[in-house]
């Protein structure tokens, strides 16, 4: 049995932060540095507030900046074999407060490579990226061999986070790994400050009853994951051996491409016709000038080769969303 | 008339900075912010060193560390109309020290980023960017659309101040321009610590006759300017309008595609044919991997729709280091 190894999750507090750090706990195991799952003794949950409802003996909760480098320097420590990267300042954010994003998405992604080769034991390594860093004149389907052109900050700064791992990996600092994820939908709780907010608002405010604002034209194209595969994926992509990745390190997890139109009919189907009528059409041109620069799909046989799913269709995304999130589950859905 | 402007110039101790401070000096104008000519009231040669030889009364030496805030913002000053950023770690060094690639070749751009920011006054700022910045699985011919996928730490700084710039420009806090360049050859001086030392080295050190050594075979393919034709593109693509460039603003170049053994049978038909027996053919894993790793041809439309010439050919490059640097000139390639 290979001994019990340190996991460090950044921006833990956050959704997709808290539900990582539950899969883990409850697989009890990832990919430890010699290939073979090892037993997880120790998960750092890193963010700059406390996660509530963590009581798990293998917890340690630490609160801090994380573009301060010795918050970093003391969540990164001598046993810490693998970092999943989920902390960012998301993209609406990242545009209106220029400093704020270039501190969290690009100098916290640096101090935390620096602290990982510090260690000189080459931990994992997962950065989060995401659709953002595509943009311009893309093709219908955007694929490996299709160039970088951010048309937001928080673009530019996934996309130059990408390349400082990109270069660690390859000097032998880290293992890292990159997961290009598409949108995320459907996010639970509140609306955030990311352009694509709507893409969880107009099906999570409609199924709780609330109205929701779509600021993009219906026939708006979206690249879409749910969050429970989100979670699977990452933990898959972290948990394949370096050798299997080889030096391609940045891989487009799989989506669900669809215009936002068919999303609320999607709802409509799921749920029941009548919460279709909680979405309002009224665009915003801050907002779709950022959100229609991203690909509404992108090639996905690199992951399918690595065996990373995605969802089968929108329909399922929606489900998963009544399923792992939504209380009280509307009577039209049931949980099929 | 408009009023003089100020030009910094960064790296302005380099053999180019010299060269380009000399251009501008000689010209006397430059494009100003209205995109007519304006007259140069002063330049700033910002470097770790003083240059020598530069008493005209418009020149203002700044002796500094680029990667020191404060050097950086009493350089960009409140008049700062221009901004030429050649400063770098060259490739080979970069790769043997991180962190001194990483502070002068990523923070240092930063900064200097920040300061033309923080005038408020948009200045145009031109940096240069390399070969390097492509890597990997080339096409035959690279063009806009080739993904960067930098193969050494020197390719990855460089693309990443690449994409600060472009967001700077998107954001309008600059009038930013990147002018990619082949590798420069033939190299006045000494050999130094870039991994293509030897491009210039296996023409200069012959001419020169002292011996040399080509670490990478013959049929190895370059991509080539000349310091007097990299000049002259970095001027020209600085002062056309920013309306003429649209919003792509990093533009490749023109080069020279030759083999180093064609480079040096070109040497023997310029100079004379004892002049390629001054070099030696001993391979070093080391420069060929990375030089290798870059292309060796792109495209050069864009350039040449912007009015950008390179030199005519590998004879052209040959001729123009034996007018503008060799002393004497060797008796058979004259001034022709």
Known sequence: MPAPITVVVTGASGFLGQRLVRALLARGTVGGPDGAQAPIGRIV???????????????????GDLADEAVVRRAIAHDTASVFHLAAVVSGQAEADFELG???????????????RALGSVPRVMFTSSVAVYGGDLPALVDDRTPLDPQSSYGMQKAVAEMLLNDYARKGFVDGRVARLPTISVRPGRPNAAASSFASGIIREPLNREPAVCPVPPESRLWLLSPRKAIECLVALHDIPAAALGRARKVNLPGVSINVGEMVQTLARVAGPEYADYVRWERNPAIERIVCSWPAAWDVSRATELGLAGDADFAAIV??????????????????
């Open 45 to 63: 949950m890193l963010d700059v507030s406390a996660p509530a409802g963590f009581d798990d003996p293998r917890i340690d909760i630490q609160v």
């Open 102 to 116: 270039m501190r969290v998405n690009l100098d916290a992604a640096r101090l935390l490579l620096e602290a990982c």
């Open 319 to 336: 489900r998963a969303y009544i399923e792992d999130d939504l209380h009280p589950t509307p009577a039209a859905a049931g949980r099929a």
